[in-house]
């Protein structure tokens, strides 16, 4: 069965102490792994697409990577505004819906 | 560029009665996904329209939810008779071609009394 976890649950900084979010999975045939960001009572807002292990992406404080069984999303010098909860999803092969881990939510503290 | 808009942002309905989800994707894309998270769990996929036609309907919870898409624009989703267990936050996400990114709106938080 397709799933996908995110670790850890939540997740407290301070303003400027890294960081990274993990996203494990297992599916038949990757098509594609997604991070969004989710501000509260906001849908789901875009960051990232990679498609192939070794792949990198990077948005300002935000840099993704993927390896066949996991991805990471590492914060840099995360600031309070950073604050959000962080969504993974990953699209099987042989179908096109998203299948989502349940997030981290992430505090930075100013 | 208008994103994906979702109407009612928040309805309250009581255990029993009808309720309709609106939908209005990106203007041009013509695929259209409804999904949705109830308390404490991920967000799950519910259905797929390609213009008007259901790709994919294999995560509707059972025949009280009907999904349509007349004229492949805007989509809705209507929950008869509610149930307590259908609370939760509906999302509504679109795209050009199915291999791209699929954008959400803001949802529609859904509570049945």
């Known amino acids: 069965e397709d799933q996908v976890t995110q670790s850890p649950e939540a997740l407290r900084l301070q303003e400027g102490e890294s960081s990274s979010l993990n996203c494990s999975y297992t599916?038949?045939?990757?098509?594609?792994l997604f991070w969004y960001r989710q501000d509260p009572g906001k849908g789901p807002e875009f960051l990232f697409t990679l498609y192939s292990a070794g792949e990198e992406k990077e948005k300002e404080r935000l840099k993704a990577t993927l390896t066949k069984k996991e991805s990471f999303l590492h914060i840099t010098a995360p600031k309070p505004e950073d604050s959000a909860t962080y969504l993974c999803a990953v699209q099987a092969g042989g179908t096109y819906k998203y299948i989502f881990g349940t997030g981290t939510r992430l505090k930075v503290l100013a | 560029e208008a994103g994906v808009t979702q109407f009612p942002s928040h309805s309250v309905i009581e255990k029993g009665q009808t309720v309709t989800l609106r939908c209005d994707p990106i203007?041009?894309?013509?695929?259209l996904y409804w999904y949705r998270r109830v308390m404490g769990k991920e967000i799950k996929f519910l259905l797929h329209?390609?213009?008007?036609?259901?790709?994919?309907e294999s995560g509707m919870p059972n025949n009280r939810f009907l999904a349509e898409r007349t004229g492949g624009t805007y989509s809705t989703l209507k929950v008869q008779p509610a149930e307590l267990e259908d609370s939760g936050v509906y999302f509504c996400?679109?795209?050009?071609?199915?291999?791209?990114?699929?954008?959400f709106g803001p949802g529609t938080r859904l509570l049945v009394l």
């Open positions: 996400a679109s795209n050009g071609q199915v291999q791209e990114t699929q954008y």
């Open positions: 599916v038949s045939g990757l098509r594609g």
């Open positions: 203007s041009g894309h013509d695929n």
């Open positions: 329209f390609v213009k008007e036609s259901k790709q994919d």
